[in-house]
């Protein structure tokens, strides 16, 4: 089993940044891919970006240029760097793993929650 701890989430102005992390446990070995989605009210969750072991990473549109998905092995944590953020950005951000390329994500963390406002 693997458990997800986020934290890094806050109110900040548009335009600004923030820096979400989430820290991994249990068997780190199995997983082939982690992940961040987001979440807003009344929509549906959303992938943002994925990470796999390789390092290979992908966005979503609405966020390429701006969001950068990195992982710091030592420590089993994967981040979220989040620069020029809007306000549409607003969401509860959750880190997520799989073990496959051809499974659903299993593991997810609790969430924290990003608030873009002035």
């Known amino acids: 089993q693997v458990q997800l701890v986020e934290s890094g989430g806050g109110l900040v102005q548009p335009g600004g940044s923030l820096r979400l992390s989430c820290a991994a446990s249990?068997?780190?070995?199995?997983?082939?891919?982690m992940a961040w989605f987001r979440q807003a009210p009344g929509q549906q969750r959303e992938l943002v970006a994925v990470m796999t072991k390789s390092g290979s990473t992908n966005y979503v549109d609405s966020v390429r240029d701006r969001f950068t998905i990195s992982r710091d092995n030592p420590k089993n944590t994967v981040y979220l760097q989040m620069n020029s953020l809007k306000a549409e950005d607003t969401a509860v951000y959750y880190c997520t793993a799989k073990t496959t390329p051809f499974v659903d994500y299993a593991f997810w963390g609790q969430g924290t929650q990003v608030t873009v406002s002035s």
């Open positions: 249990g068997t780190i070995s199995i997983l082939y891919a």
